[in-house]
Every structure is written in structure tokens, then in C-alpha cells.
């Protein structure tokens, strides 16, 4: 069954996925990270904050706000998608302005791996996009 992109849902699923990675949690050993994460032009809502979590080796995302992140992104709601689909890198992103980083960009540099690693865990959740 679909779940809706970035709904309690589809985080759900996303942090099952994540936690049972041995992929994910490989790169997620020792790192703690806390990323917020801002898509503007969502659907029906307008702008949308969510965010992803590695504490002590541990990740997970969900919705909502974070007091103090190590780093903020923004990107529009077609790039969330392109990225979440696979269809574009975030490092092609960044470099194509797509999406903007504020924050400790070295923390988010070291992730790189460990982003590579979220779309095989994940690729087996079935998505429902807003378009």
C-alpha cells in the first residue's frame, strides 16, 4: 500500500527502512547530526519543515520543527521529490542551486555516504506524490 510523501506514514516506514539498513546504520556509526529541513511550494500547504536525526549512530526522521540544527536545507517541493525518487543527486542539487544549505556544511559534507545509502534502504516503500 502507497503512503504519502513525507506524511507520518511514509516517515514510519522511512525510519523502519533506515534502522533495520545495515548500509544506513554502517554510515550512521559515531555521527550525530541534526539536519531541518524546509520544502517550500508543498502542495495545499504551502511550506513544510522536517527533519533528520542521527543521534549516536542512531537515524530517524519525521515532521516537524528542530530547536538548534546543525544545518538547515531548503529546496522546493519538485526537488524533494526529484531527490526522494532518485531522479537527482543532492549533490546535484546543491551545485544547481536547488537546494540551499545553511549551517555546518562540514557536517553535511561527511554525510554524503550516508545519504547514498537512504535510497536502497528505502526503494521498497511504495510513494504517493502531489503533483
Not at 531548503?74 to 521529490?81: I, P
Amino acid at each position: 500500500m502507497a503512503v504519502k510523501f513525507q506524511s507520518d506514514e511514509y516517515f514510519e516506514a522511512a525510519n523502519t527502512a533506515m534502522q533495520s539498513s545495515e548500509a544506513v546504520l554502517k554510515e550512521a556509526k559515531g555521527r550525530n547530526v541534526v539536519i531541518q529541513i524546509v520544502t517550500t511550494d508543498y502542495p495545499g500547504i504551502g511550506e513544510k519543515k522536517t527533519f533528520l536525526k542521527i543521534i549516536d549512530g542512531q537515524p530517524s526522521a519525521g515532521q516537524g520543527v528542530i530547536d538548534d540544527p546543525d544545518a538547515t536545507i531548503r529546496q522546493n517541493y519538485e526537488t524533494a521529490v526529484a531527490l526522494d525518487k532518485g531522479e537527482m543527486s543532492p549533490q546535484t542539487a546543491f551545485m544547481e542551486g536547488k537546494i540551499k544549505i545553511k549551517g555546518n556544511l562540514m557536517k553535511m559534507m561527511q554525510l554524503q555516504r550516508f545519504m547514498q545509502t537512504l535510497g536502497p534502504a528505502a526503494k521498497h516503500i511504495e510513494r504517493e506524490y502531489e503533483i
